[in-house]
């Protein structure tokens, strides 16, 4: 079992819908929560950092961890055109040294928003 | 615009040759981290470097190796070089030595192994 699944996809939805996305992971040592957003041809951006469970919402995108089920989700509401791009969750477990605070990134989630 | 550039974008090579990849983080960073993105493997750490000295690694094979400079920008130089190696080869920074924080990436340097 990888250590982080992610659904592939791809997603299409039409422009005004809620995405959701979602990502589940086999450590339970993680404790720090990320989703990346990566346009074709350019290096992933942070969208979304949480530490451990609860939510968190920034603008149109919303962040879910759920550490009991482990299991989490990325919610965008009123999605648009420009939102069409591969969402990557990622996360890590504490450290400073060693691989425990190396960054596990899921394959990412393509999606298309149609106008 | 992140800030990190990396040279060259594209880099076409044959199988057992030898590349450079190039990596200056933004301003102020002190930590750097490579990374490998293929189709079948996602992205997958390689290496991190802090303030010229080797942090943390991850999957990154022997054939691969990574420094950084006293003026903090990093190479990462890949050699007996094999098809499965063409991969989007990225640099992040950050200004903490600490993974959890904040990651900027580069725009990747694509490396073609014919």
């Known amino acids: 079992q990888k250590e982080v699944e992610q659904d592939p996809g791809p997603l299409s939805v039409p422009e005004g819908a809620i995405v959701s996305l979602n990502c589940t992971y086999s450590n339970s040592a993680f404790q720090y929560f990320m989703w990346y957003r990566q346009y074709s041809r350019k290096g992933p951006e942070l969208l979304m950092y949480?530490?451990?469970?609860g939510n968190k919402e920034d603008g149109r995108f919303t962040a879910q961890v759920d550490k009991s089920s482990k299991y989490i989700s990325l919610f965008i509401r009123d999605s648009q055109p420009s939102d069409s791009a591969t969402y990557l969750c990622?996360?890590?477990?504490?450290?400073?040294?060693?691989?425990?605070?190396?960054?596990?990134f899921g394959k990412g989630t393509k999606l298309s928003v149609k106008p | 615009d992140s800030g990190v550039t990396q040279t060259p974008k594209h880099l076409i090579t044959a199988t057992g040759q030898r590349v450079t990849l190039r990596c200056s983080p933004r301003?102020?960073?002190?930590?750097v981290y490579w990374y490998q993105q293929s189709l079948d493997q996602g992205l997958q750490f390689l290496i991190q470097?802090?303030?010229?000295?080797?942090?943390a690694k991850g999957n990154i094979l022997e054939r691969f190796s990574a420094q950084q400079f006293p003026d903090l920008h990093s190479e990462l130089n890949l050699s007996s070089l094999e098809l499965g190696d063409s991969a989007l080869y990225f640099c992040a920074s950050s200004v903490v030595a600490d993974r959890r924080g904040t990651q900027y990436f580069g725009p990747g340097t694509r490396l073609l192994v014919l």
């Open positions: 470097y802090y303030n010229g000295e080797e942090r």
């Open positions: 990622a996360m890590s477990a504490y450290g400073y040294g060693g691989s425990q605070g190396n960054l596990i």
């Open positions: 949480t530490y451990s469970s």
């Open positions: 301003s102020g960073d002190l930590s």
